[in-house]
Nanobody, 126 residues
């Protein structure tokens, strides 16, 4: 049984930073690409950032590119999302997700992800 547990959300002023973390358990973490998604109130869940199983490649949504960094530690089974220069439009629930199939590249669609965390709220005040 795969479990993903996010932490690190909170309330921050515009221009500030947050670091989200996700701890994974249940299957060989280093075999699977990981992603972060977010869902704002009344909107669809959207891709934010992804990282390959080795950590060698990353990919970002245009909305966060240049302001966010995704990283993973395969020894600790964790994946982090560092977010800087936060904007009010970054306000959302952020979800960590693990892709369904091993050894694949980064996917940006929800259907490619088999496991999801419970989410962590990020609120950016203006």
């Amino acid at each position: 049984q795969v479990q993903l547990v996010e932490s690190g959300g909170g309330l921050v002023q515009a221009g500030g930073s947050l670091r989200l973390s996700c701890a994974a358990s249940g299957r060989t973490f280093s075999n699977y690409a990981m992603g972060w998604f977010r869902q704002a109130s009344g909107k669809e869940r959207e891709f934010v950032a992804g990282i390959t199983y080795s950590g060698g490649s990353t990919y970002y949504a245009e909305s966060v590119k240049g302001r966010s960094t995704i990283s993973r530690d395969n020894a600790k089974n964790t994946v982090d999302l560092q977010m800087n220069s936060l904007k009010p439009e970054d306000t959302a629930i952020y979800y960590c997700a693990q892709q369904a199939h091993a050894w694949r590249g980064i996917a940006t669609t929800r259907g490619e992800y088999a496991y999801w965390g419970q989410g962590t709220q990020v609120t950016v005040s203006s």
